[in-house]
């Protein structure tokens, strides 16, 4: 199995550095410690192979070596962040898990659920002997699809060694972008940073005080980083590269942060929870542009649209309709525009503003009305409107005391010559509240 080619290598890096939290710094081996103890905890508690376990936890030497235990145990695990507790009861009813562990600082905790009757797909899963992890959609409308994973097809990618750096566990321990961090930093010998929060400050604390090499984050994450100016207060020189995904990147945002950080290798990634994260490969450095691939992926573009086939697929949703095609195509639904072989994302056709039949991409004027002093961060979204089908709205964190109307006049000013008409937002709105969630994710 797949997963003792993982468990051998980390025995292999020994005492090497392999996670750093809480200002501790432990050793693959301690990691390792982790997981002997969980695997004898899974036998005291009575975990089966084959039952479907929900993980609730973040990124520690517990959470991981529970992690590796379940799936070493031939379970099916939901990892879930503390930061989607929320969520928890929704999530369980969607898989019907087994059962319920929650990591804590002083130990742990679980629940049975008693019989459960599974999805058909994760019952057809384990009736083969499946093993893999479920992941939810992050939408914040409607309800979230559960995504079924086999380990074996998901992790196959890291067998491939590759330079692993000091990184921050930024994403989420239940997101595909934190995942992907922590199958291929503990794959290949690198050291994870956990941090304790995720606040510019927080951030830029942990890289000066641990010599970061790579923070992997959300375009959010980063405007939000530029706007504060956090970085200015902490020695930063440790960074190699910075990569960015999980929603578009903005022209101006990505000017500012290549002015910011000029030795620092900027990397876009692609990746959505149903694919897993693909090799992508930008332009040069500071470019949106990016050609996306890598061994047993294939793209094409159908109507402006990106569809996937892939290797590293999921298995399926457990609650919504099977999304591929008669030959594996997955729609994306990401819009693209192309030159050759690179693409550039320019936003989720869900999000496309038609106004009178003419298409406003939000990235496009997002990326404008960040150029005003005046604007901290801004969503644009389109909303219904009788005559024209949709007009364009803003709604804007300021810099400065200003009231709607008085923004709405400067935006207008300030957007000729650079927007058409029709671009334009028609409605400004002024919000005291950030504009991305816990995730550090665009709220549209």
């Not at 591929?324 to 639904?333: I, L, S």
Request: hydrophobic letters at 40%.
């Amino acid at each position: 199995m797949i997963l003792d080619e993982m468990l051998e290598k980390m025995a292999l890096y020994g005492q090497r550095e392999a996670m750093i939290t809480d200002g501790e710094s432990l050793s693959y081996e301690s990691i390792l410690e982790q997981y002997r103890l969980w695997t004898a905890i899974l036998r005291d508690l009575g975990i089966r192979s084959g039952e479907v376990v929900m993980l609730e936890g973040d990124y520690s030497p517990a959470a991981s070596g529970a992690l590796l235990a379940l799936l070493a145990n031939g379970n099916v695990a939901i990892p879930l962040s503390p930061q989607a507790g929320h969520k928890r009861e929704q999530f369980m009813s969607i898989a019907q898990a087994n059962k319920y562990i929650a990591v804590t600082g002083t130990g742990y905790r679980m629940a049975d659920r008693g019989p459960v009757e599974h999805p058909e797909l994760l019952k057809d899963f384990l009736s083969a002997g499946g093993t893999g992890f479920i992941l939810f959609t992050s939408g914040t409308t409607g309800v979230p699809k559960a995504i079924l994973h086999d380990l074996s097809r998901f992790i196959g990618r890291y067998r491939s060694p590759r330079p692993a750096l000091r990184t921050i566990s930024f994403l989420l321990f239940d997101h595909i972008g934190g995942i992907n961090t922590w199958f291929h930093t503990l794959f290949n010998g690198g050291t994870i940073i956990c941090p304790s929060g995720r606040m510019p400050e927080e951030i830029c604390a942990l890289i000066e005080r641990h010599r970061v090499e790579l923070l992997p984050a959300s375009p959010s994450f980063l405007n939000l980083l530029l706007m504060t100016g956090a970085d200015q207060a902490y020695d930063l020189s440790s960074l190699k590269m910075i990569t960015y995904g999980t929603e578009v990147m903005s022209d101006s945002t990505l000017e500012r942060l290549h002015d910011r950080f000029p030795q620092v290798e900027l990397r876009q990634t692609y990746g959505l929870s149903e694919m897993g994260i693909l090799r992508a490969k930008s332009v040069h450095s500071g470019s949106a542009w990016l050609k996306i691939g890598g061994e047993g992926v294939e793209t094409r573009i159908v109507n402006d649209v990106l569809h996937i086939r892939s290797q590293t697929a999921m298995i399926g949703y457990l609650n919504a309709p099977n999304p591929f095609d008669e030959e594996g195509w997955f729609n994306t639904q990401d819009v693209v525009l192309q030159d050759g072989e690179h693409i550039r994302i320019v936003g989720r056709k869900s999000e496309i503003i038609n106004v009178g039949g003419r298409k406003v991409y939000p990235l496009e004027v997002e990326g404008v009305l960040l150029q005003m002093p005046e604007i901290r961060d801004v969503t644009v979204k389109g909303e219904a409107n009788p005559l024209l089908g949709q007009v364009v709205t803003a709604s804007v964190n300021v810099n400065v005391p200003l009231d709607a109307r008085e923004l709405k006049r400067r935006l207008t000013e300030f957007c000729r010559g650079k927007l058409e008409d029709f671009q334009i937002p028609v409605k400004v709105a002024v919000l005291e509240g950030e504009l991305f969630s816990e995730r550090y994710k665009k709220t549209r």
